[in-house]
C-alpha cells in the first residue's frame, strides 16, 4: 500500500470510531433523553392510529344510519 491509501485508510477507521463514539450515549441524561423521545414518538404514533380508527368506526356507523326522507 502507498504512503496516501495507509493515510486514507486510517482516517476512514478513525472517522468510523469517532461516529461510533458519538452514537454511543454513555451519560444517563443522554439515555434519559432519548428514550424520553423515542416514548413520545411511540405515543403520538399510537395516538395517531386510536384516532383513526375511531374515525373509520364512526364513519362506518354514520353510514349505517340512513335518514328517512321527511313526509
Same mark, same amino acid.
Given at each position: !500500500? #502507498? $504512503?496516501? /491509501? =495507509?493515510? /486514507?485508510? !486510517?482516517?476512514?477507521?478513525?472517522? +468510523?470510531? !469517532?461516529? $461510533?463514539?458519538?452514537? +454511543? $450515549? /454513555?451519560?444517563?441524561?443522554? =439515555?434519559?433523553?432519548? =428514550?424520553?423521545?423515542?416514548? /413520545?414518538?411511540?405515543?403520538? !404514533? =399510537?395516538? +395517531?392510529? @386510536?384516532?383513526?380508527?375511531?374515525? $373509520? *368506526?364512526?364513519?362506518? *356507523?354514520?353510514?349505517?344510519?340512513? #335518514?328517512?326522507?321527511? @313526509?
Amino acid at each position: !500500500m #502507498s $504512503a496516501s /491509501t =495507509v493515510g /486514507t485508510h !486510517m482516517g476512514l477507521l478513525a472517522f +468510523q470510531y !469517532m461516529s $461510533a463514539r458519538r452514537m +454511543q $450515549a /454513555t451519560s444517563h441524561d443522554s =439515555v434519559s433523553k432519548r =428514550v424520553s423521545r423515542i416514548t /413520545t414518538i411511540i405515543h403520538g !404514533m =399510537v395516538r +395517531q392510529k @386510536q384516532i383513526r380508527r375511531l374515525l $373509520a *368506526e364512526n364513519g362506518r *356507523e354514520n353510514s349505517l344510519h340512513v #335518514s328517512r326522507p321527511r @313526509q
